[in-house]
């Protein structure tokens, strides 16, 4: 999904969702380098998967936990950063 | 020109209700609503089916707490009625009644709160009085500054944005004709009936329901009469949902203005009645149909005693907050009925009307098929008839 020529990055970082590691670039939302590894934002109260909605820091539908802290944050407004651990249930 | 038995005019809840019941029983309905079904004050309110004798009632003196008590026959009506309403639409609406809070967190809040509680046992209410030890062991999220609590067994909420397309839905189903985005704007009486237009609709009907909540006293202007209800604009919070805090139960504050619940989805809704500022009319009146600007000061006195009520509040993100306009009477109390001096001429508004909305459409449809319903004599219009003994 990355456009992969004529684009300049940021450094590769790794990061942590739920235990599992993605690879993103700094400048990457959080938001952005979960969708790009189709990662599930939370389920619903049907059990069904469920994303993001405006990408833009209006909805909070986009809500995780940031760790250690246990702060939560809206992953399209969250740059990431090497090593960050992220859980998406609250 | 169209014909029907009964014209109602605004699509809230209390108008699709009273449209639904109206339909059931034979009479042939025409519904009007300005925008689409829901959009006013019922589907902007917080959802709490509260039974408790209002915190508003009791901040005004005795004579009002007085008044109160007569409602307290209509909401063991509305628990009934709650109770059986998704059976009854066909529709899930997030009905949950495990009992409600009314909470107090001084002495003199005590007090207040033991002599409401006498009062509703005393009118037939399913009501506890708990000390703070007890009401936390039942409620462990309740803070520990909270010295006492009135809990009645049947309160709780449903999803206000669920009721209204429900009942609308159900009118359809049993006959009824409901018209969105048709604003009525003209009103005269002919003959035994009236006739009533909007744009290029026109409608002769025999009898006339105004459910039109803030904008009841404009429609009823263009009848010549007044009609005591007033705007009021109020603040709603959300929160982002939680898993970790679990409020299966309305909560309410008998000191402050408060009222919390939680969401199917685990968000969490506050609210209890913090002002916000009503829009003005280009000349100046207020204009209920703008929202309303949101004031800081009643975000901030809302979510403090939110806090203060349920500490693990303070944890949760704030997602959203949201004003609406509901509309109340001169002296607080629904103003449901037939206005003595036009007969046919129906009104039904004011009050809380998620909570006992579906009980006094209920009952006012009833009165206009020709059943009387003297459960509503304490709120009926003719109260305020003095104030149209002037009008010509
Ligand atoms: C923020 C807030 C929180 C609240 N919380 C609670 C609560 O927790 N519990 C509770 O019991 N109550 C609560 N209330 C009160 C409750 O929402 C109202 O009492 C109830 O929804 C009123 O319903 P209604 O059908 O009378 O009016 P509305 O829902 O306001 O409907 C009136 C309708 O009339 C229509 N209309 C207006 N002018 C015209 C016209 N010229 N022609 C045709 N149609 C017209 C409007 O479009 C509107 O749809 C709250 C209210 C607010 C604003
Ligand atoms: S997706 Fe809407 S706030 Fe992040």
């Known amino acids: ?90 | 020109m169209e014909r029907c038995d009964v014209l109602v005019v605004g699509g809230g809840l209390v108008g699709c209700a009273a449209a639904w019941h109206l339909a059931a029983a034979g009479a042939s309905v025409t519904l009007v609503d300005a925008a689409d079904f829901g959009l006013g004050a019922s589907g902007q309110n917080a959802g709490s089916l509260h039974f408790q004798i209002e915190r508003r009632f009791l901040e005004q003196g005795d004579a009002l707490a007085r008044q109160a008590e007569q409602t307290i026959a209509l909401s063991r009506m509305a628990i009934e009625d709650w109770r059986g309403l998704e059976a009854a639409l066909d529709a899930d609406l997030h009905v949950v009644m495990d009992g409600g809070f009314m909470v107090a967190e001084t002495a003199e809040q005590v007090t207040m709160l033991e002599r409401k509680v006498e009062r509703e046992i005393r009118e037939g209410l399913r009501m506890r009085l708990l000390d703070g030890d007890e009401a936390r062991r039942i409620a462990p999220y309740l803070s520990p500054s909270i010295l006492a609590a009135g809990y009645a067994a049947d309160e709780g909420h449903a999803d206000s944005r669920a009721i209204v397309p429900a009942y609308a839905a159900a009118a359809r189903r049993a006959g009824a004709r409901l018209i969105g985005r048709t604003r009525l704007d003209r009103l005269q009486r002919v003959g035994g009936g009236f006739e009533a237009g909007a744009g290029d609709l026109s409608i002769r009907a025999g009898q006339l329901l105004v459910a039109a909540g803030a904008w009841t006293p404009h429609i009823c202007a263009m009848a010549n009469l007044h009609a005591p209800l007033y705007p009021v604009a109020l603040l709603m919070n959300v929160t982002e949902r939680s898993r970790t805090l679990e409020v299966p139960h309305l909560v309410q504050h008998v000191g402050r203005r408060l009222s919390m619940k939680q969401t199917g989805a685990g968000n969490i809704l506050i609210g209890g009645g913090w002002p916000s500022r009503l829009a003005r009319t280009a000349d100046g009146g207020f204009d209920p149909g703008v929202r309303p600007e949101l004031i800081g000061d009643s975000l901030a006195g809302n979510l403090r005693a939110a806090i203060d009520t349920v500490p693990a509040v303070a944890g949760l993100n704030l997602i959203r907050s949201w004003t609406g306009v509901t509309a109340v009477s001169a002296d607080q109390l629904p103003v449901v009925g037939e206005v003595p001096r036009l007969p046919g001429f129906w009104i039904a508004g004011g009050g809380s009307a998620f909570t006992l909305g579906p009980t006094f459409a209920r009952l006012v449809a009833q009165a206009i098929g020709g059943t009387p319903a003297p459960e509503l004599d304490f709120v009926s219009p003719a109260r305020f008839e003095h104030l149209n003994s002037f009008m010509g």
């Open chain 1, 1 to 90: 999904m990355r456009i992969e020529r004529d684009t300049e990055r940021g450094r590769a970082v790794t990061l942590s969702v739920n235990g599992q590691s993605l690879a993103a670039f700094e400048g990457e939302m959080l938001a952005t380098a979960m969708l790009h590894h189709a990662a599930a934002f939370r389920r619903d109260t049907r059990g069904l998967e469920r994303g993001l909605f405006c990408n833009m820091g209006s909805c909070s539908e986009c809500m995780v936990t940031l760790l250690p802290s246990g702060r939560r944050a809206r992953a399209c407004l969250t740059p990431v950063s090497d090593g960050m651990e992220v859980r998406t249930d609250g």
